[in-house]
């Protein structure tokens, strides 16, 4: 049984030698953001009685309840500082840990490197256990990290821990998740869309159960990003919740051991069909589509569940406090000026940053196809470089389009279901498609990158990353103007609120367009990188 | 005839690695022309700018009469490319990379798809996931034979075929010059740049040794003479062509170049020459002097 597991230790290091800049970035991202966004918020509210103020707007306001989850206790300030960064922090853990464990896992053995390794003396459950390794203490010193970096903007210390703790076994649980999806499937990608799949649907589970009941409902504790907010840092720090990420992982992590000991190296437990003898394929834009379409629909369908989900809960949404102070505190929250859509626009805005990454995977198959070798193998045939390039932005353009209209008619549906007013419907799909120039200013930026930079592609992660948070919690650092400017985010027009404005859709357009011109220019223009 | 491949001087740099320096080749029309090298001679880089996947930085070409970089799209429509690493996409079965590839190249015959279908035993509906690297490069053969096209670029196209299969690809590759088309074969197998080739290009460090046909590089080659003789002629190093003389009591041998064979003889048979061999060299001898000397080749 211990030959299971020869080698780990190599591989461990293997895997932190080349992530080594990745991971220290991620941690340290994630602390800085907790001690920003608790130093701001003792800077915003010092007393008690404005705290308390602060806190009850949050819980009667449906939208940031659905969203980020309530405030558990109104009289701390570590409460009330942290209740954005809570479930929406611990639910990027979880997606930063799937990537690193399917990475070291089933991606390594789709692209026979783990074959290379597994010629020597190395167990079978060694890259599972390595993966393992690294995630979990990655996971761990992100949350001591984090609880550092609050203890030093002033918060109390076993709160700190608690919150700190949370993300971490957050990061475990689905990094162990993972582990599971990762022996399932054959193919990396596929993998790794089982367990983001996992994270949206707990992210939503707790969303409807925190609006449902203040405290959260038993729909939140199915969720294992529920059960980060019910540790309730700096609220009664209640640490047995930790004992339900723990026991997931405990029973992940033997399920994937079991799986992966008894399939062979390369295998899933779906095995490959035969395909045609005969292809019908004959242009790189069918390509493309066969390519892409299982993910495209894949979101379709995630944006169409997400809405009607959301926007059923949207007659319950009730109780706007309508006092000067509390449209004021919206408004430091990154809500909008119209109270009574606040609601529906903070959801558009949120599906505005998620299908913004949507765009950006699907145009990064340009830069997986040339790494695969597959551009290689299609541009020694009689097709451009501009044709092919275009096949794969055509989609991740018009999917953009395609997801956020699918996503604004289920929001509208779902409100018709639940108010029986079906004037919304078109509204809100229309409403939704005014956050597409946004997402394609970031497809542009790809694309320009890709064209010039081809090695710097994975930067784009970062730079939405960055977009992300500019966005979310500029407003509350009391960030400079010219700061929130970059976010491309912040230019979307805050619909369906009556008086949002629609300048910047102007300027978005056009520097989506910029930059794809750009990168066309370049793509033209440089050597093709093969594998 | 005219050249087919028109290399002059060609300049590729990678930063500051030089992966071509200065590279010329030519390649007739109607010719199977191997392109000989050690690992990473260029023999790769030198395919992918004449595909017009990487751009010269000095140096003139053409590839059918045409530039390769500018008039990229047309020319592949007379061309099929085999890569000397196939990548094909895990989700695809063998036959759809087959239709697709040829179509993009402008339409595949059917007949002669079934045909080398057939003939390398490829199963067509097996997921490109599941092929070994012979597979996949024989999916990429086959959708190159089967493309009508007049000119084939391969890049070390046997390396993942078992014997049987190499003896069909070089079946294939005499029918194919039977038709006129022209083979530009990179290898570093010599047996089957010897099966297979009309001419040869040597590269290395980016640069072409020497080229020609098999015969003329044997010429270029020294020759081994073994001689036993009565008496030790004193001059026989100072002579010109004459290298690497050692004796051995009576026995004498020399490596020569063809130019100093003559006087070499004659003064052999002043010295009296009892026993003679003369050796040609092996077409080993002819590569390895290029792959292991100095700067000087």
Same mark, same amino acid.
């Given at each position: 049984m211990a030959d299971s597991f020869a080698g780990t230790g190599a591989l461990v290091r293997l895997a932190l030698r080349r992530d080594r800049l990745l991971l220290t970035l991620w941690i340290l991202g994630f602390a800085g953001m907790a001690g920003f966004s608790a130093a701001a918020t003792v800077g915003l509210y010092p007393d008690e009685g404005s705290r308390v103020q602060a806190a009850e707007i949050v819980n009667a306001t449906g939208a940031l309840v659905a969203l980020y989850g309530p405030?558990? +206790?109104? *009289?701390?300030v570590g409460a009330l500082s942290l209740f954005k960064l809570t479930a929406f922090g611990a639910a990027i853990t979880a997606v930063l840990f799937v990537f690193v464990v399917i990475r070291h896992t089933r991606a390594e053995e789709e692209a026979g490197r783990l074959e290379l390794l597994g010629a020597g003396r190395l167990g079978r459950l060694a890259a599972l256990s390595a993966a393992l390794i690294v995630a979990f203490g990655a996971s761990l010193v992100l949350g001591v990290a984090s609880a550092g970096s609050l203890i030093a903007a002033g918060l109390p210390v076993a709160g700190s821990f608690a919150f700190g703790l949370g993300w971490a076994f957050t990061g475990i649980a689905f990094a162990s998740l993972a582990g599971v999806t990762a022996q399932v499937t054959t193919g990396a990608r596929a993998g790794r869309s089982l367990a983001l799949i996992a994270v949206a649907v707990a992210y939503a589970l707790r969303a409807v159960g925190d609006v449902a009941s203040g405290g959260g409902n038993w729909l939140s504790w199915l969720s294992p990003i529920g059960w980060m907010q019910q540790v309730r840092a700096y609220a009664g720090d209640r640490w047995w919740v930790l004992l339900l990420p723990t026991a997931m992982a405990a029973v992940c992590v033997p399920v994937a051991m079991v799986l992966r000991s008894r399939r062979d190296l390369g295998a899933g437990l779906l095995t490959d069909r035969a395909g045609p003898s005969q292809g019908k394929l004959s242009s790189v834009s069918g390509l493309a589509w066969r390519l892409q379409r299982t993910v495209l629909i894949s979101w379709a369908v995630g944006f169409a569940a997400f809405g009607f989900l959301l926007g059923s809960i949207s007659d319950s949404v *009730?109780?706007?406090? +309508?006092?000067p102070q509390a449209a004021e505190y919206l408004q430091k929250l990154g809500g909008t000026d119209a109270l009574a859509d606040a609601f529906l626009a903070a959801e558009l805005a949120i599906m505005g940053v998620l299908v913004a990454a949507y765009g950006i995977e699907a145009a990064s198959r340009l830069h997986g196809e040339e790494e695969d070798g597959h551009a290689e193998v299609l541009l020694a045939t009689s097709v451009s470089r501009g044709r092919w390039a275009a096949s794969h932005l055509v989609i991740a353009l018009m999917g953009v389009a395609g997801v956020l209209f699918v996503g604004g008619l289920a929001v509208g549906l779902g409100a018709w279901v639940a108010t029986? +007013?079906?004037?919304?419907v078109g509204a809100l799909a229309v409403a939704a498609l005014s956050k597409v120039p946004a997402a394609w200013v970031l497809t542009g930026l790809l694309f320009l990158l890709f064209g010039w930079l081809p090695r710097a592609v994975p930067v784009i992660w970062g730079v939405f990353a960055v977009a992300v948070v500019v966005g979310e919690f500029g407003p509350l650092w009391d960030a400079p103007q010219w700061v929130m400017n970059l976010s491309p985010f912040v230019h979307s027009p805050g619909l369906p609120a009556p008086n949002a404005s629609l300048v910047g859709l102007v300027p978005l357009t056009l520097t989506a367009v910029v930059l794809l011109g750009l990168g066309f220019v370049g793509w033209r223009r440089r050597d093709l990188t093969t594998p | 005839m005219a050249a087919v491949i028109d290399v002059q001087g060609v300049v590729k740099r990678f930063g500051s690695t030089i992966a071509l320096d200065g590279l010329d080749l030519q390649v007739e029309a109607g010719e199977v022309h191997a392109f000989l090298g050690p690992n990473g001679a260029g023999k790769t880089t030198t395919l992918r700018v004449l595909l017009g996947q990487l751009r010269i930085d000095a140096g003139h070409m053409t590839l059918l009469g045409r530039d390769p970089w500018a008039d990229a799209v047309e020319l592949h429509k007379d061309l099929a490319y085999v890569p000397g690493e196939v990548n094909l996409w895990p989700q695809l079965s063998g036959g759809e990379v087959i239709d697709l590839l040829g179509r993009l190249r402008g339409g595949l015959d059917p007949k002669r798809r079934q045909r080398y279908v057939d003939l390398f035993e490829l199963d067509p509906t097996k997921k490109a996931r599941t092929y070994s690297k012979g597979n996949r490069q024989k999916v990429a053969l086959v959708a190159a034979l089967a493309s009508d096209v007049p000119l084939l670029l391969l890049d070390?196209?046997?390396?993942?075929?078992d014997p049987l299969m190499d003896a069909r690809f070089r079946q294939c590759m005499h029918e194919y010059r039977e038709t006129g088309g022209t083979v530009l074969l990179s290898s570093h197998i010599l047996s089957e740049a010897e099966a297979l080739s009309d001419r040869v290009t040597i590269i290395r460090s980016g640069r072409a040794m020497e080229s020609g046909s098999l015969a003329q590089l044997r010429h270029l080659a020294r020759t081994k003479v073994v001689a036993t003789v009565e008496r030790m002629p004193d001059a026989l190093a100072e002579l010109p062509g004459v290298h690497e003389v050692t004796v051995d009591g009576q026995q004498v041998s020399c490596q020569v170049d063809p130019a100093g064979m003559p006087a070499l003889l004659s003064v052999l048979a002043d010295a009296g020459v009892q026993a003679l061999s003369s050796q040609q060299p092996t077409l080993e001898e002819v590569f390895l002097r290029h792959y292991q000397g100095g700067e000087d080749g």
């Open positions: 405030v558990y +206790d109104p *009289t701390s *009730t109780g706007f406090l +309508d006092s029986g +007013d079906a004037g919304q | 070390e196209p046997t390396s993942g075929l």
